[in-house]
């Protein structure tokens, strides 16, 4: 059953999606800057949801055991670095914490947005648009483009791992080719030469 119509319908809710590494923060750092539009991010719910003390954290805690908190932390929060590391490694745990997590997310996204039902633009932030299957609450769905070698030395470069371990990350999401058929715009972030820049311009 489509959670659309608890949505209102008179704004463009653009969807911002691409694989990992592949250059959407750089997008979404411009957008902030070019419009004043309000920005809902998926990985920053994620991390509120798994904080101390939230139903989310206890229920991480009590699957994971002891060993997922953070030994540096006051708080005893997650150590995400391993939890992350953890569900790219296991896929049965990958698949728990998606089902745990990917619902509260599309729902606190619902209620942002409703929220700024005033904007005529927003902007939601969804690494795994397609994979949590969150394309019924956007009008319209941006893919960042990059070829499969800059993400994996991107992505090398910014998280200090082995090629080996960044083409395995890459192997557990869904190809560019797979998500072009259900995207309205393609955005070029191949080169670090920011030819995406006029597209955004002319759209937004």
Same mark, same amino acid.
């Given at each position: 059953?489509?959670?659309?119509?608890?949505?209102?319908?008179?704004?463009?809710?653009? %969807?911002?999606? %691409? %694989?990992?590494a592949s250059g959407k923060s750089t997008i979404t750092n411009y957008i902030k800057k070019y419009r004043n539009i309000p920005i809902l991010d998926a990985d920053q719910y994620s991390k509120e949801l798994i904080k101390p003390k939230s139903n989310c954290y206890e229920q991480v805690l009590a699957y994971f055991g002891p060993q997922i908190v953070d030994e540096y932390s006051s708080e005893n929060a997650i150590n995400r670095a391993l939890l992350k590391e953890i569900i790219f490694e296991n896929s049965i745990h990958r698949t728990w914490i998606q089902n745990l997590l990917h619902?509260? @997310?599309?729902?606190?996204? @619902?209620?942002?947005?409703?929220?700024?039902?005033?904007?005529?633009? /927003?902007?939601?932030?969804?690494?795994?648009?397609?994979?949590?299957?969150?394309?019924? @609450?956007?009008?319209?769905?941006?893919?960042v483009k990059c070829t499969e070698l800059e993400q994996i030395q991107r992505l090398v470069?910014?998280?200090?791992?082995?090629?080996?371990?960044?083409?395995?990350?890459?192997?557990?999401?869904?190809?560019?080719?797979?998500?072009?058929?259900?995207?309205?715009? /393609?955005?070029?972030?191949?080169?670090?030469?920011?030819?995406? /820049?006029?597209?955004?311009?002319?759209? @937004?």
């Open positions: 059953m489509s959670i659309q119509p608890k949505l209102k319908n008179k704004q463009r809710r653009i %969807g911002l999606t %691409g %694989g990992i619902p509260l @997310i599309k729902e606190k996204m @619902i209620q942002e947005c409703n929220l700024y039902n005033n904007n005529e633009i /927003i902007l939601l932030v969804i690494p795994l648009l397609f994979e949590a299957k969150f394309e019924d @609450i956007c009008t319209e769905i941006w893919l470069r910014r998280d200090k791992i082995s090629e080996e371990e960044a083409r395995k990350i890459l192997k557990l999401q869904l190809t560019f080719e797979a998500k072009t058929e259900f995207s309205d715009v /393609i955005l070029d972030n191949s080169d670090d030469r920011n030819r995406w /820049i006029d597209k955004v311009k002319d759209l @937004i």
